[in-house]
């Protein structure tokens, strides 16, 4: 990538210029050597397919075109119009239906308790026995396990606890609550753009949902169930690996009893080994254990401590740090240097996955953070929404081949962008820089696996050229970037391999 991607550049270069300097070649041969140009520069445009897979692309392209014009004629292009209401268009779309059979390699960038649909916690967690929940006065729910009951402490700023069971018993409606559970648990609503007013308002929302998701979730028999189960749904979304920023939080016992952050990790290298054991096609799972980027530098010295500890005991699960968090309301990566130079400064490998640039403030220090984390020997860059504006960053990333984690319906959801075709990503794509397509905290959204989120990269950041080459290469991407051992990786790329050469032939076949 980075010697052939210099070369590549310098030929553009000088073929434009020749082109343009030599007054003789016809103007049509000029515009289409340019076009042609652009087509090669794009994600992928280098991938050379096989026979079965150009047949495969123009049955592809065939689908994909039609749905654009379609789109056009009725002036309703979901990935235009926010996720909540694009979801049903979504489902209906052939494309779609593609991509969820398609092999997508891994998910780089998820969080903990964003990756199982949320129905599995309100029909069954939330029915089992010693559940309490309590109402703040805004409106938000938090949930504990306990027996003998009630749980102390009373929560900070909460009714008392109420066990569920009892609750229940004495409504008129439950169907009607469990709905409000569900609602509860994830962002979606009617009108998201009336709703949520500005950014300060989703985000305080969203870490309500984490709050009381994270309630029930961090109840230990639950919280072995919610993984696997979040597993399955990715496995079932052709996903073969994850890598999962985790916050690894205190796991609570019934009789009140909570494990330290090597429980958690070691029931997460459980979980993720049995799975795989289960499913010889899944590689496994990574934790990215993380920390609030709130939290002042003192106690964010203290986690990459822990970071360190953490890695030297768990090498085959551990694979890192980030800071999460809503980026504009935290700490930036530079005001929290000297602990995240703590691991340099020992000559100890604390890989980073930083979170970096998920803002619209440009020219602020929290928009800094794109360089920062560069600065830092960031391995790859969460979101990345503002690199296209620093032509450094966007050098330093391409030279060193860090790539960026593009989530679309998170990046829509949360405000930083309307219309997903005016992703800043688009350009991104369009000249191969490096990336892969994640999808953040898909529970939350409404969402599912990875599915969604590379639709809306595919039709719409992608644009009408993107091809089977992109989603070929993006999945490529996918394993390439992933903190996975050299070895790892390529049996997890052969295993893909296997899966695409089947998918490819299907879709082939398609009439
Ligand atoms: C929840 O699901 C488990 C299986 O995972 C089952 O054993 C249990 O009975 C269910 N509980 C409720 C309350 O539905
Ligand atoms: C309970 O609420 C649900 C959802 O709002 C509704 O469909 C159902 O008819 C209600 N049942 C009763 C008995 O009122
Ligand atoms: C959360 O559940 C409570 C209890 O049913 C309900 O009053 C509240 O409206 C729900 N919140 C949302 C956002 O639906
Ligand atoms: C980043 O990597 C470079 C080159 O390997 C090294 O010299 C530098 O100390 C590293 N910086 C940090 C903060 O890890
Ligand atoms: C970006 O990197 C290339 C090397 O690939 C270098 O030649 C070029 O000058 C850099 N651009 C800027 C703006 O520094
Ligand atoms: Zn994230």
Known sequence: MLLTGQIKWLAVLLATMVFSLCLALPLDDYRKALIRTEEMLQIGG?????????????????LKNAEITQAMKKNQFPPSMHFFRAKKLIEESKVFCVLKKMPKGAALHLHDFGILSVDWLVRNVTYRPH???CFTPSGNLKFRFADPAPPT????????????????????????????????????????????????????????????VSG??????????????????????????????????????????THDQEWSLKTYQEVAQKFAKDHPDFTGVRIIYSNNRKNDVDRVAESVQIAMKLRVKFPESMAGFDLVGQED??????????????????????????????????????????????????TRIGHGFALGRHPMARNVSWNRDIPIEVCPISNQVLQLVSDLRNHPAASLMSSGHPMVVSSDDPSIFGAKGLSYDFYEAFMGIGGMKADLRTLKQLALNSIKYSSLSVDKKKTTKEVWQKKWDKFVDDLAKLL
């Open 46 to 62: 280098e991938l050379l397919l096989t026979e079965q897979e150009e047949l495969a692309n123009e049955k592809l392209m065939a």
């Open 131 to 133: 559940c309490h929940l």
């Open 153 to 212: 402490p009373k929560p900070e700023g909460c009714s008392e606890w109420i066990l569920l069971e009892k609750y229940r018993k004495q409504l008129q409606n439950v169907t009607e609550f469990d709905n409000s559970l569900l609602r509860n648990f994830t962002l979606v609503l009617e009108d998201p753009e009336i709703a949520y007013s500005d950014q300060a308002v989703i985000w305080a929302r969203f870490e309500n949902i984490f709050i009381a």
């Open 216 to 257: 029930l979730v961090h109840y230990a028999p639950v919280f072995r169930e919610y993984f696997a189960r979040g597993l399955e749904e990715f496995y079932e979304d052709n996903v073969q690996y994850l890598e999962l920023r985790a916050t690894l939080y205190p796991v609570y016992e019934l009789n009140g009893q």
């Open 329 to 378: 309301k935290g700490h930036s990566l530079w005001d929290l240097k000297e602990a995240l130079l703590l691991p340099a400064t020992q000559g100890f490998d604390l890989p980073y996955f930083f979170h970096a640039g998920e803002t619209n403030w440009q020219g602020t220090s929290i928009d800094e953070n794109v360089l920062d984390a560069l600065v830092l020997n960031t």
